[in-house]
Every structure is written in C-alpha cells, then in structure tokens.
C-alpha cells in the first residue's frame, strides 16, 4: 500500500491551497481517510476526516475553510485550504485507518508567510 500526498507549498495568508492524498494498493471507497497536521514542537492534530460514505468532519480550528472531499474513482482525496493563516504552517499528513491497518503518507509541508 502506497499513501502520497502532494501539493504543499508556500503561499501568503489569506491564500489557498489544495493538498491531495492518493493511495494505492488498496480498496479506497470502503475506507475513511483522514487529514492531520503537525507543526514545529507541537502535537499532531486531525485537521479532517472524511467517511466512506461522504460524510465530513472538521477541526473547529479550519471550520468553514478547509473543505475535503474525495474521488473515488481515482483513490484520491483532497483538502481544499482557503483565507489560510500563519497558524496553518505544518506537515500535512494523510491517513487511511482500518481494524488492522493503519497506512500513513510521508507528509506535505505547508507554510503560510503573514
């Protein structure tokens, strides 16, 4: 099983970016797949999670700026940032959790400059 998320970068506050995570290997629609983020000296946190079945949710810290979304069809997820903020500077992680598994990508950096 193969996790990879692209689409990180450099980008100002108030700007956007769009992460995507795809995974091989794997029988993506059956799974949730989950976004975390870890910035320096800090804990990892879960940024958003979005279920199998379409359902999603968010971290009160991006409500109402971060949108996931999935594409089936082509094992990939995405995690839509807008009106990003210097606070949103981390390692964006994708994770796809299972009763027996538990795959990790290797990470996107993110860092948004005031």
């Known amino acids: 099983v193969q996790v990879v998320e692209s689409g990180g970068g450099l980008v100002q506050a108030g700007g956007s970016l769009r992460l995507s995570c795809a995974a091989s290997?794997?029988?993506?629609?059956?799974?949730?797949v989950k976004w975390h983020r870890q910035a320096p000296g800090k804990q990892r946190e879960l940024v958003a999670v979005?279920?199998?079945?379409?359902?999603?949710h968010y971290a009160d810290s991006v409500k109402g700026r971060f949108t996931i979304s999935r594409d089936n069809a082509n094992n990939t997820v995405y995690l839509q940032m807008n009106s990003l903020k210097p606070e949103d500077t981390a390692v964006y992680y994708c994770n796809i959790p299972g009763g027996r598994y538990d795959y990790w990508g290797q990470g996107t950096q993110v860092t948004v400059s005031s």
């Open positions: 979005i279920s199998n079945d379409g359902r999603t």
């Open positions: 290997g794997i029988i993506f629609s059956i799974n949730d």
